[in-house]
């Protein structure tokens, strides 16, 4: 159970504390909040880390333009690199506090982020804009996630499946040596029996032999399965899609994040992907205003990069941390434990209208908002009904 008594009466004490001094700032000029980022910002993943990286600097961008957080600046910490890798990530995370990091947008991946959370638990306030095990936020109650757990994914997952009619007989492949994929996994069997979805083939690989999913896809191919659900990250989905295609597999295929990201895998031919459909909350080409605004910042900022969803989740946890920030009145020179108090206790007091949708949080951090499919048309992704 989350400490909130612990976390009120911090900042009831800020609050008293702020009340008692002067409305004019007695900071030095050049003070700043800083908040740290970590992810794969090189390696199999990086597409996921640098993308929540670009977009959270742009996010400070917009915020200190717009007067910053609380009248001070916002500055984005050079990104800490742990490749996806939990012990890495601990490096990155202390060599970030070393530089001052007051804040943590992160971890980007589940293992990372589980490292991570026991370190900074009670001490430094953690928002992963995409870590969806379920340990990631367990550690303590100053921890936030902006995604949709694991289970969630794979529930959520059947449940569009069946109540859009897109298949009655479906099949899965999947990674069965990754938490992430394993999550994600079993709750979708759990979510196609309670919405009335049979599973045909369910077909299992290992990080080890990602290389030949022949015997699978043949086997999937054989059971008149309708859809191919592949709870997995977008490399090896890129694989499967282009031996599905060889082995003259014709199916429909659903994924999840993790494949976010697809369309950009190097020497991969895109039109694979085509028709495919995944849950995320994101689509580069919606056209409401904040989404054209920030893909248009992105873009510019980013050699014409497109943002993926992981880029607007981490658009969205700092805006986040700025809502929370302004709720809890709170100034930079104040300690981290102090920070990470007040801020936990001001999360639940605000609603984001944000790239990803309308978010509140509840009290054991996690983000309650609609979940959303797209399908990728011409090399794209389209937001679906």
Known sequence: MRNWK?????????????AAV?????????ETFKIGVIGPMTGDY????????????????????????NGYQVEILDAGDDQG???????????????????????VTSGACIAVGAEAAETTFLFTPSGSAVDCITAGSNEFRMCFTDPAQGTKSAQYIS?????????????????????VHDSFIEGAAEYGLEVVADEAYTTDSNTDFSVQLSKIKESGAELLFLPNYYSDN???LQQAADAGLDITVFGVDGMDGILNVENFDTSLAEGVMLLTPFSATSEDEA????????????NGEIPNQFAADAYDVIYAIKLAAEDAGITPDMSNEDISAALSASMLNIELDGL??????????????????????????????
């Open 6 to 18: 612990k976390a009120l009466s911090v900042t009831a004490a800020v609050a008293m504390a702020a």
């Open 22 to 30: 002067a409305p004019v700032s007695v900071f030095a000029e050049d």
């Open 46 to 69: 990086a597409q996921y880390g640098l993308g929540v990286y670009n977009a959270a600097k742009i996010a400070a961008d917009e915020i200190n333009a717009a007067g910053g957080m």
């Open 85 to 107: 890798d939990p012990e890495k990530a601990l490096n990155a995370y202390n060599d970030l506090l070393d530089k001052g990091m007051q804040m943590l947008c992160g971890t």
């Open 163 to 183: 109540e859009k009619g897109l298949a009655t007989k479906v099949a899965t492949l999947y990674d069965s040596a990754a938490d992430y994929n394993v999550g």
């Open 238 to 240: 890129a694989l499967i």
């Open 291 to 302: 989404t054209v605004n920030f893909v248009t910042a992105y873009k510019e900022a980013n």
């Open 356 to 385: 990803t949708g309308t978010a509140k949080w509840t009290e054991d951090g996690e983000c309650d908002k609609a979940p959303k499919a797209v399908v990728i048309k011409d090399g794209a992704y389209e937001m679906m009904d």
